[in-house]
């Protein structure tokens, strides 16, 4: 079992490039979202979808875009970045998305914008 | 919005102390997160708690519902437990945790 996969683990953008950060699970998850991490500050939520087709924006969803055509794959687009999303972000599932249900993590991208 | 608070924000301490890390959040919650990040950042999920107490091994977790506080205790601490404990509160609905800063704990041989 493979688990979260993300892809890639590194990236580097020039300001106003576009991209695409690949976030994948094979557990037949209904949950996926994608969280920001940034140093001093806690985990933040981006963008969340609690199945196929339903997606809805999290505490910092400006500037990113995502789509849930199926059940296994949530890529996260940054249509233009900014060095303001310079960051590590981090893919998550679980069964439901309800408080009783543990998340799993992918292993991270870390993306800097110059 | 949840608060999430956690203390020490940094604990270095010898091998084979017995380590506690708190959690403290704002408002009611229906569960409750413990994360670990090792060094490389991969991110695990520790315990899920939503009342009363959990063990795994070396690690326990409780939480008071009343006082809005949960402990992760560490028995007998190794050099790899070393990495940063984070604490989630989930609010039931589908929105994500709010997460705490995370406790970056230290433990020298």
């Known amino acids: 079992n493979a688990g979260v996969t993300q892809t890639p683990k590194f990236q580097v953008l020039k300001t106003g490039q576009s991209m695409t950060l690949q976030c994948a699970q094979d557990?037949?998850?209904?949950?996926m979202s994608w969280y920001r991490q940034d140093p001093g500050m806690g985990l933040r939520l981006i963008h969340y979808?609690?199945?196929?087709?339903?997606?809805d924006q999290g505490e910092v969803p400006n500037g990113y875009n995502v789509s849930r055509s199926t059940t296994e794959d949530f890529p996260l687009r940054l249509l233009s970045a900014a060095p303001s999303q310079t960051s590590v972000y981090f893919c998550?599932?679980?069964?439901?998305?309800?408080?009783?249900?543990?998340?799993?993590f992918g292993n991270g991208t870390r993306l800097t914008v110059t | 919005k949840n608060e999430v608070e956690q203390s020490p924000q940094n604990l270095t301490a010898q091998e084979g102390e017995f380590i506690t890390i708190n959690c403290s959040y704002s408002v009611g919650i229906s569960a409750l997160h413990w994360l670990q990040q090792h060094p490389g950042g991969g991110i695990v999920s520790l315990f899920m708690?939503?009342?009363g107490k959990k063990k795994h091994g070396r690690l326990i977790a409780t939480i008071n519902i009343q006082e809005k506080h949960s402990s992760l205790h560490i028995t007998a601490s190794h050099p790899r437990d070393s990495a940063v404990y984070i604490c989630?509160?989930?609010?039931?609905?589908?929105?994500?945790?709010?997460f705490g800063k995370g406790t970056h704990l230290i433990i020298q041989p």
């Open positions: 998550a599932s679980s069964y439901t998305g309800r408080s009783n249900s543990p998340l799993h």
């Open positions: 708690l939503s009342s």
């Open positions: 989630a509160v989930a609010g039931g609905g589908a929105d994500g945790l709010t």
């Open positions: 557990m037949n998850h209904e949950y």
């Open positions: 979808s609690v199945g196929a087709g339903i997606t």
